[in-house]
């Protein structure tokens, strides 16, 4: 079974401190797939990364997928307090039947 | 657009009782999924269907979940009997296409406490 390691698991910081979240594992995924995820609500989908080495970024908000398309990392730059949330790494399995493979998550709380 | 809609939002139930959530999910989607979310854990997929065909249902414990979406739309996931370690929140989610290259839409999902 594939896992996605995703760390730290929570991760309390005052505002307007930079953070970064990794995502790892062994196996290599087709693409990787950023949530975020509030309380009382389902994950809303941040970005999709796909290609070895690729960065995205979406505003404060820096994505980038491994070169080996094994992990990826989430870097937050000045985070505010709208940033705190739960984020899910999501890495999706190669092949026509390839499945959707949630990480456990980091809760993110940023503190005014 | 409307987004997926799940109901109901919250739902407290005895162990052994049966329990059932409902999911529409966004007007053309072909694809539906229902997920289990344990606190502190990342979403589970439970179940997947094709318009009204099962794709994957390799992780719904059988026994006791079952699944349906006969029309194509609309789906239930019902449970019966419950027990303590299904307390989760489960979500519905939705895709235009049958890959998971398409996005993945959730609803707001449906909290279920077992006592």
């Known amino acids: 079974t594939q896992l996605l390691e995703q760390s730290p698991q929570f991760l309390s910081i005052q505002e307007g401190e930079n953070l970064t979240v990794y995502c790892n594992s062994s196996?290599?995924?087709?693409?990787l797939q950023w949530y975020r995820q509030e309380p009382g609500e389902g994950p809303v989908l941040l970005v999709t990364?796909?290609?070895?080495?690729e960065v995205k970024k979406l505003k404060r908000l820096t994505f980038q997928f491994g070169d080996a398309r094994k992990d990826s990392s989430l870097h937050i730059t000045a985070a505010q307090p709208g940033d705190t949330g739960l984020y899910l790494c999501?890495?999706?399995?190669?092949?026509?039947?390839?499945?959707?493979?949630f990480g456990q998550g980091t809760t993110l709380q940023v503190k005014p | 657009e409307a987004g997926v809609a799940q109901s109901p939002r919250y739902k407290i139930i005895e162990k052994r009782q049966s329990v059932a959530f409902w999911c529409n999910p966004i007007?053309?989607?072909?694809?539906l999924y229902w997920y289990q979310q344990i606190l502190g854990q990342g979403p589970k997929l439970l179940i997947q269907f094709q318009n009204n065909g099962v794709v994957d249902d390799s992780q719904l414990p059988k026994d006791r979940f079952s699944a349906e979406r006969l029309k194509g739309v609309d789906s239930t996931l019902k449970i019966q009997p419950a027990k303590l370690e299904d307390s989760a929140v489960y979500l519905c989610?939705?895709?235009?296409?049958?890959?998971?290259?398409?996005?993945?839409?959730f609803g707001n999902g449906t909290r279920l406490t077992v006592t």
């Open positions: 999501a890495g999706l399995q190669s092949g026509n039947t390839g499945k959707l493979i």
């Open positions: 196996s290599v995924f087709s693409s």
């Open positions: 989610a939705s895709s235009q296409k049958g890959s998971y290259n398409s996005p993945l839409h």
């Open positions: 990364v796909v290609t070895g080495g």
């Open positions: 007007s053309g989607h072909a694809t």
